[in-house]
């Protein structure tokens, strides 16, 4: 069974980066090259929302307000994606959560503070 374990949350003042890993174990190497996975956020009261997509063939997309402030990478020999994230804003603040068909991690916190 797929296990899904992010990290590298943390606490940023607005205008500074952080990178966040997730780490797929219980799946081979092989397999995860070809893995989709997604990224989520939420904040109390609100919904959990969608953040970034990265596909099998390192296909990535975005949603509008993260778009050209984070991206997405994999590394195929560690069973690990990355969400790079710049320029971050005190509206980027919340629980991130990595998840593949239904599984999904159990979240990092970012706190950007203004």
């Known amino acids: 069974q797929v296990h899904l374990a992010e990290s590298g949350g943390g606490l940023v003042q607005a205008g500074g980066s952080l990178t966040l890993s997730c780490e797929a174990s219980g799946i081979s190497r092989l397999m995860f090259g070809s893995m989709n996975m997604d990224w989520y956020r939420q904040t109390p009261g609100k919904r959990r929302e969608f953040v970034a997509a990265g596909q099998g063939d390192g296909t990535t997309a975005f949603a509008d307000s993260v778009k050209g402030r984070f991206t997405a990478s994999k590394d195929k020999s560690r069973n690990v994606v990355y969400l790079r994230m710049n320029r971050l804003t005190p509206a980027d603040t919340g629980v991130y959560y990595c998840?593949?068909?239904?599984?999904w991690g159990q979240g990092t916190l970012v706190t950007v503070s203004s």
């Open positions: 998840t593949n068909m239904g599984v």
